[in-house]
């Protein structure tokens, strides 16, 4: 790669270019009041409900789907074939029928060929006043049969007569409001004001913002025209084109912007030099390591201590399914600090796991000499006093908590590295706090996730982090048996689990509700706790209770018992979901199992097969699901594989959650979708890394257009890009 010279935040505060002052197009960043039709009110009304205050953000308010107007079907056709279809025809007098909340309008749709019922149950003398009997429309809607007879409810309607564009082939669909409808603002409002603006548009007002090369390579239309043909398509092929291209030009400023950050990082942020591996690393190594490494533990090992001597900060991104081995690999990382004179600090979301950290890095240095602390929110008192103590001396070598490391009062002597387990439940303010614990630079950074990320996600949000995957189980763990099972297998899963705690295992039985509810019909936990006393009764069994509601200190107390082998069953609400590692437990039982999203069924899954024994998920439903349902409960019992399994609920669901850990740079996506659109991300990538390895500095001539595109995205948003 081409050397880079230090990139330092300009007086603007931005990270790499400051921009000139002035917008790159007055008429695209004038306030929408300006626009014919848009007074305060309604302006006002589309900035609080959909976020759009200038004339680009209406222009990037893009259509959700379109109405094919050169696919006018006769309504003798729909009458036969009921579907949603756009018909033509002359409009019929009205007439209202009914009575109460039952009265409806009526008209009447007729072309050559039949007539089409058309219903309005709301609106009808707004509907009066703007539909002429004895005119031609078109009508687009669902046509449904009711009590035999064919009716298209609350169609969109549109006139023929007058000074309605004839030329339009595809007529776009935007998302709107109530509040807005009421306003006028409604899909074919928004069309209308969008139509005044597109003509206006000019080569200087949407200047071009990707190089020429890369249109010409990828033949993307130009910015001016996708934004055209985005709005209001001529033909299909032209509709696809401009999609690709601003899909392409949303991916690629988003991987611009993360490479750049991840270039700043890694040239211009110094980091602590660990160019020892000494006594602490060999000696756990060879006399306190209980099992074999995994090539992919070594590997990931390998990669870290390559960025930890390197000079520059690392930022690296620890992706493994659950039970992969990664908490081994981040006290490894631990030890390499240590033994280059650091501290360390491994801060988790939740106080259950953050107590499940600590313990399990205690049993693993058990006799090393290495000084170990706690600190959460329910460590108070002389302990709490005395643990701050040691952190500012130096004392303690490493530490593991929750946000309440994060606390102005907790000091560091020396922090080197700072590790987070499941970073998308830290801020990005919070992980900042984080850094300042360290003089003179920033600690080094290992972010651990056990949800396994498809790649197009993982650039999406992660994209200026090193990945490092741990894609193997450790050696000896058997594939867990994953089974759906129906209601009429209840006495069934009773005598399997006596069976399972005969033999000396124990079992998890997981609840999606605490209390009984009136709206949805599912087993909850209070109601199956009572069902399972009475099958597996004391002294015989005996049943830890563990959900949300509990204190702390009582949900502590029932894992505990549970992990001592005092109790056979635990049952529970999703708070087991993570932080729990009980290698006795063999069985899953999760009821109602078609009520949980796919990665929390896998999270879930992942609390069993711990131990060498075979170990079981039961999948209970009582067989009431929908198709999606369906699809997630299958999956499950088809595969282990936690990246298969995040592939098909990124297919399912979308980004969802996902979206809100985003790194900075990256906006919401307002045309591409991740579950699409992975040939396009990995493109854009691709174009962005060849474009910056050429030109890190976006110096040359060909490259002015994308260095202005990004001075202005950067100019509209605050950055956070140096924090990982």
């Known amino acids: 790669m081409v050397e880079i010279h230090r990139l330092r935040p300009s007086s603007c505060g931005e990270p790499y270019f400051c921009p000139k002052p002035g917008p790159l197009s007055p008429f695209l960043d004038e306030p929408i009041s300006q626009l014919p039709g848009l007074g305060g009110v309604k302006a006002a009304l589309l900035r609080s409900e959909l976020g759009i205050g200038r004339v680009r953000d209406l222009l ?12 006018i079907r006769s309504i003798r056709e729909v009458l036969t074939h009921p579907d949603t279809a756009l018909v033509q025809g002359v ?13 409806r309008l009526i008209a009447y749709l007729r072309d050559d060929t039949a007539t089409l019922e058309l219903v309005w149950f709301k609106g009808g003398k707004i509907i009066e006043s703007v539909l002429q009997p004895g005119q031609t429309y ?6 449904q049969r009711f009590r035999g007879k064919a009716t298209m409810v609350h169609p969109e309607m549109e006139s023929l007569q007058g000074d309605s564009p004839r030329d339009l082939t595809f007529d776009p669909v935007y998302s709107t409001t109530e509040g807005l409808s009421k306003k006028g603002l409604d899909t074919k409002g928004i069309r209308k004001i969008i139509r005044q603006i597109i003509p206006r ?14 249109l010409q390579n990828l033949r993307l239309p130009g910015r001016l025209e996708a934004l055209k043909q985005i709005h209001f398509p001529v033909s299909q092929p032209a509709l696809e084109a401009a999609r690709n291209r601003l899909k392409f030009e949303e991916l690629f400023f988003i991987q611009l912007d993360l490479l750049l950050s991840k270039m700043h990082r890694q040239r211009d942020l110094v980091g602590y030099v660990f160019d020892a591996v000494g006594e602490q690393v060999n000696r756990f190594y060879s006399d306190f390591l209980p099992f074999s490494l995994t090539e992919a533990q070594k590997r990931v090992i390998r990669e870290i201590r390559r960025d930890l001597g390197a000079g520059s900060q690392m930022n690296r991104l620890l992706q493994g399914d659950v039970g992969s081995g990664k908490t081994v690999v981040a006290l490894m990382a631990m030890l390499i600090a240590l033994d280059n004179g650091y501290q360390s600090c491994l801060v988790a979301p939740t106080e259950i796991l953050a107590q499940q950290h600590f313990q399990s890095l205690k049993d693993l240095i058990r006799g090393m000499g290495i000084r170990i602390g706690l600190l959460t929110g ?9 643990t701050l103590q040691y952190l500012a001396d130096g004392t303690l070598h490493f530490l593991i908590g929750t946000h309440a490391v994060l606390e102005e009062p907790v000091q560091f002597q020396r922090l080197g590295l700072a590790i987070t387990d499941e970073q998308h439940r830290f801020g990005v303010a919070q992980r900042a706090a984080l850094w300042k614990k360290s003089h003179p630079h920033p600690p080094h950074v290992l972010v651990m996730t056990a949800t396994p990320i498809p790649r197009t996600l993982a650039l999406t949000i992660y994209g200026d982090l090193d990945v490092s995957i741990i894609d193997e189980l450790p050696p000896g763990r058997k594939p867990i048996t994953t089974e759906l099972w129906y209601e009429n297998k209840r006495l069934r899963l009773i005598g399997f689990m006596k069976e399972q705690i005969a033999l000396g295992r124990q079992v998890y039985v997981v609840y999606p509700l605490i209390e009984e509810s009136a709206t949805l019909d599912l087993l909850n936990l209070e109601e199956g706790l009572a069902a399972l006393q009475r099958e597996f009764p004391r002294p015989d069994y005996q049943i830890s209770v563990v959900h949300g509601r509990m204190p702390s200190a009582d949900k502590e107390m029932e894992m505990q018992r549970f992990l001592r082998k005092e109790t056979q069953i635990m049952v529970a609400t999703t708070v087991i ?6 290698p006795n437990a063999s069985v899953m039982v999760i009821e109602n199992a078609e009520r949980f999203g796919l990665s929390q069924l896998h999270q879930l899954r992942g609390r069993v097969g711990r131990g060498a024994d075979q170990s079981y998920c039961i999948l209970m439903t009582n067989g009431k699901m929908s198709n999606e349902a369906r699809v997630r409960l299958t999956t499950m019992c088809r595969t282990n594989n936690g990246f298969e399994i995040a592939d098909v609920d990124l297919k399912l669901r979308g980004p969802g959650d996902m979206e809100g850990t985003r790194q900075s740079g990256v906006q919401g996506l307002k045309i591409a979708d991740l579950r699409e659109d992975g040939r396009i991300l990995t493109t854009a990538r691709t174009m962005a890394a060849v474009l910056l390895d050429k030109d890190p500095q976006l110096n040359d001539p060909a490259h002015q257009r994308v260095r202005r595109h990004l001075q202005a995205t950067n100019r509209q948003q605050g950055s956070w890009s140096r924090i990982s």
């Open 60 to 71: 990037e308010h893009y259509p959700y789907r379109y109405i094919d107007k050169t696919l």
């Open 378 to 386: 329910s460590v108070t008192g002389q302990t709490r006093k005395l």
């Open 577 to 582: 979901e993570v932080g729990v590692n009980v």
């Open 91 to 103: 409009l019929s007098p009205f007439q209202y029928q009914g009575a109460g909340h039952k009265k």
């Open 201 to 214: 548009l000019t080569p200087s007002m949407v200047p071009e913002n990707i190089p020429d090369d890369i």
């Open 138 to 143: 078109t009508a687009y809607g669902k046509v």
